[in-house]
C-alpha cells in the first residue's frame, strides 16, 4: 500500500494538553488530531477526510516560556486585548477580563517522521498543497511553524526481518500489549476526531503509548507492524 511520507522540523512546538490550565504541558509529540488538523487545512478540508498516521521524531530539549494568558470571565463580552498591530498599547480597565501568568513547556529542535495513508486523490492532494501553497504551514499553535524537509510517496508492507527503533514513537496499546518484551511506555489516550453532540464535541480517543528509542525495542516479522520501503517502521493509529 502507498503512503505519503513526511519529515518535518520545527525550531520549538508546543502540542498542549487538552486538560493542562495553569501550566500548559505538551505532548512529546503532536497527537494525531494535531496532525490531522494540519493536514486538512492544507486540503482545505471542511469535513474529515479518511485517513491513518504514523506519528514518530525526536527532540532536542524542552524548555519553559514564560506568558501572559488572557481569560474571558463570561462567554459573552465585548471586550477583547488585541488590537490589529498586537497587545494593546495603552493600559485599560476590564470588568469581565482577568490575565495571569502561564508557563508553557516547549520542545526545541522537533524532528518529525510521519507517515499518511489515504485514497491516491488525498495523497496527491496533499504533495500539490505542499508543492503549491502560498502559506506557512504550522503544527500545534499558529506560531509553531513547520518546515518540510522531506515527502515522498512510499510503498508500506510488513516488516519481513527483525527491525530495531529507531524514533520515539507512538505505539497502539494493543500493538504493545501483545509483544513478548516488557515495555516502560507512556500511555496516553490521543484525540483523533469528533462529533458534536448537544454543541460540545465528543472526541474519538486512541490508546497508544510513547515508547524511547533508546528503550532498543525491536520488531520482527511476527509483530502486527509495517515498515516503508527504506526500512522505517510504520505504526498506523487505526
Same mark, same amino acid.
Given at each position: 500500500?502507498?503512503?505519503?511520507?513526511?519529515?518535518?522540523?520545527?525550531?520549538?512546538?508546543?502540542?498542549?494538553? +487538552?486538560?493542562?490550565?495553569?501550566?500548559?504541558?505538551? =505532548?512529546?509529540?503532536?497527537? =494525531?488530531?494535531?496532525?490531522?488538523?494540519?493536514?486538512?487545512?492544507?486540503?482545505?478540508?471542511?469535513?474529515?477526510? @479518511?485517513?491513518? #498516521?504514523?506519528?514518530?521524531?525526536?527532540?532536542?530539549?524542552?524548555?519553559?516560556? /514564560?506568558?501572559?494568558?488572557?481569560?474571558?470571565?463570561?462567554?459573552?463580552?465585548?471586550?477583547? +486585548?488585541?488590537?490589529?498591530?498586537?497587545?494593546?498599547?495603552? @493600559? =485599560?480597565? /476590564?470588568?469581565?477580563?482577568?490575565?495571569?501568568?502561564?508557563?508553557?513547556?516547549?520542545?526545541?529542535?522537533?524532528?518529525?517522521?510521519?507517515?499518511?495513508?489515504?485514497? @491516491?486523490?488525498?495523497?496527491?492532494?496533499?504533495?500539490?498543497?505542499?508543492?503549491?501553497? !502560498?502559506?506557512?504551514?504550522?503544527?500545534?499553535?499558529?506560531?509553531?511553524?513547520?518546515? $518540510?524537509?522531506?515527502?515522498?510517496?512510499?510503498?508500506?508492507?510488513?516488516?519481513?526481518?527483525? $527491525?530495531?527503533?529507531?524514533?520515539?514513537? =507512538?505505539?497502539?496499546?494493543?500493538?504493545? !500489549?501483545?509483544?513478548?518484551?516488557? #515495555? !516502560?511506555?507512556? +500511555?496516553?489516550?490521543?484525540?483523533?476526531?469528533?462529533?458534536?453532540?448537544?454543541? $460540545?464535541?465528543?472526541?474519538?480517543?486512541?490508546?497508544?503509548? /510513547?515508547?524511547?528509542?533508546?528503550?532498543?525495542?525491536?520488531?520482527?516479522?511476527?509483530?502486527?507492524?509495517?515498515?516503508?520501503?527504506?526500512?522505517?517502521?510504520?505504526? /498506523?493509529?487505526?
Amino acid at each position: 500500500m502507498k503512503a505519503l511520507r513526511l519529515k518535518l522540523y520545527q525550531e520549538t512546538a508546543c502540542y498542549k494538553k +487538552p486538560l493542562a490550565f495553569k501550566v500548559g504541558e505538551t =505532548y512529546p509529540l503532536p497527537p =494525531y488530531a494535531t496532525v490531522k488538523g494540519m493536514l486538512h487545512a492544507m486540503l482545505g478540508a471542511n469535513e474529515f477526510i @479518511p485517513m491513518r #498516521l504514523s506519528i514518530q521524531g525526536t527532540y532536542e530539549a524542552k524548555m519553559v516560556d /514564560y506568558q501572559a494568558h488572557y481569560f474571558f470571565k463570561k462567554t459573552d463580552v465585548a471586550e477583547f +486585548p488585541l488590537v490589529l498591530d498586537g497587545l494593546a498599547s495603552k @493600559p =485599560y480597565e /476590564y470588568e469581565h477580563m482577568t490575565k495571569m501568568p502561564l508557563y508553557m513547556h516547549l520542545l526545541y529542535g522537533v524532528q518529525l517522521l510521519i507517515h499518511v495513508e489515504a485514497v @491516491p486523490e488525498v495523497l496527491e492532494a496533499i504533495v500539490a498543497a505542499i508543492e503549491n501553497g !502560498n502559506t506557512h504551514w504550522s503544527l500545534g499553535r499558529w506560531e509553531d511553524l513547520v518546515r $518540510i524537509d522531506e515527502y515522498e510517496l512510499v510503498e508500506v508492507k510488513e516488516i519481513e526481518e527483525r $527491525i530495531r527503533l529507531k524514533y520515539n514513537a =507512538y505505539i497502539l496499546r494493543d500493538v504493545l !500489549n501483545s509483544l513478548e518484551t516488557e #515495555l !516502560n511506555a507512556v +500511555p496516553y489516550q490521543l484525540n483523533w476526531k469528533y462529533e458534536i453532540k448537544n454543541g $460540545i464535541r465528543r472526541w474519538e480517543k486512541i490508546d497508544v503509548g /510513547y515508547v524511547l528509542a533508546v528503550s532498543g525495542l525491536e520488531f520482527d516479522a511476527d509483530d502486527d507492524v509495517l515498515q516503508d520501503q527504506d526500512g522505517n517502521l510504520v505504526f /498506523y493509529n487505526l
